[in-house]
């Protein structure tokens, strides 16, 4: 069982950034692909990035290309979301999740997931 905790959501003005953590509880974090979702009120949970087991490769939805970077920390069995260039279109919860094999851009391809953290961008 894997359990995932995020944090680091907030408050912040459109240019600004932020950086989201995610801690995992997993002994064998290092055997999951990590990645970030969100959820805008009234809209599908959608695919932001993506990160391999060892962080050698990382993937990103195309709304967020150039301004997000995925990153983990295997000793610390933690995944990180750092934002910037924030627009306020990236206003939504943002879930961390995980999985054995593959990345992949699904929601349902995901067995576990977080419980979320806001991120608000005001204009």
């Known amino acids: 069982q894997v359990q995932l905790v995020e944090s680091g959501g907030g408050l912040v003005q459109a240019g600004g950034s932020l950086r989201l953590s995610c801690a995992a509880s997993a002994r064998t974090f290092s055997n999951y692909y990590m990645a970030w979702f969100r959820q805008a009120p009234g809209k599908e949970r959608e695919f932001v990035a993506a990160?391999?087991?060892?962080?050698?490769?990382?993937y990103y939805g195309d709304s967020v290309k150039g301004r997000f970077t995925i990153s983990r920390d295997n000793a610390k069995n933690t995944v990180y979301l750092q934002m910037n260039s924030l627009k306020p279109e990236d206003t939504a919860v943002y879930y961390c999740?995980?999985?054995?094999?593959?990345?992949?851009?699904?929601?349902?391809?995901?067995?576990?997931w977080g419980q979320g953290t806001q991120v608000t961008v005001s204009s």
């Open positions: 990160i391999s087991w060892s962080g050698a490769s990382t």
């Open positions: 999740a995980a999985r054995l094999n593959y990345y992949s851009v699904y929601v349902h391809a995901y067995p576990h």
